[in-house]
């Protein structure tokens, strides 16, 4: 599917952990699908929602590698980005993670993700991971399934 096609009737994009991985470190594979994404949030055009899974999936790797330039760009993309809302966990959406982990037998993480994206009305979720195409309450829109 087109990427244009996939976002024109989305009003509201959650960034799922990888899409912001590929984004920042450049992933070649990607590239041309997720700078058309960022390229639109950056324009005003799609407001994006992260959250604190998030920002600490995207942040293991540079911990670990020691690289404190990229801790700082993934802090500043899903924390501070023009155009993204960083939304933190609390008790509503921490018993609708539950609910949607029990129904769809999704891990704590994605279930977490899920219901970030829906509490604060999301109507896409992007991410790399096919498996969460079984999640019905909004558009899971997968990387590996998209073309420019």
């Known amino acids: 599917m087109k990427i244009a096609d996939a976002l024109s009737p989305i009003t509201r994009l959650f960034l799922d952990t ?19 994404v960022f390229d639109r949030i950056d324009a005003g055009t799609l407001p994006a929602v992260t959250s604190p899974v998030t920002l600490c999936e995207c942040l293991v790797v540079p911990f670990r590698t020691h690289q ?40 704590l993480p994605d279930s977490l993700q899920v219901a970030t994206a829906l509490a604060v009305g999301c109507d896409a979720f992007l991410t790399n991971d096919s498996a969460l195409k079984r999640v019905t309450e909004l558009t899971i829109l997968v990387l590996d399934e998209l073309e420019v």
Do not use: C, K, M
């Open 18 to 36: 990888a899409p912001v991985i590929y984004y920042v470190e450049r992933n070649p594979a990607y590239l041309l699908v997720v700078d058309e």
């Open 68 to 107: 404190v330039a990229v801790q700082q760009d993934f802090l500043d993309l899903v924390v501070a980005g023009q155009g993204i809302s960083f939304v933190l966990t609390d008790a509503t959406i921490a018993r609708n993670a539950a609910e949607l982990r029990a129904r769809y037998r999704l891990s």
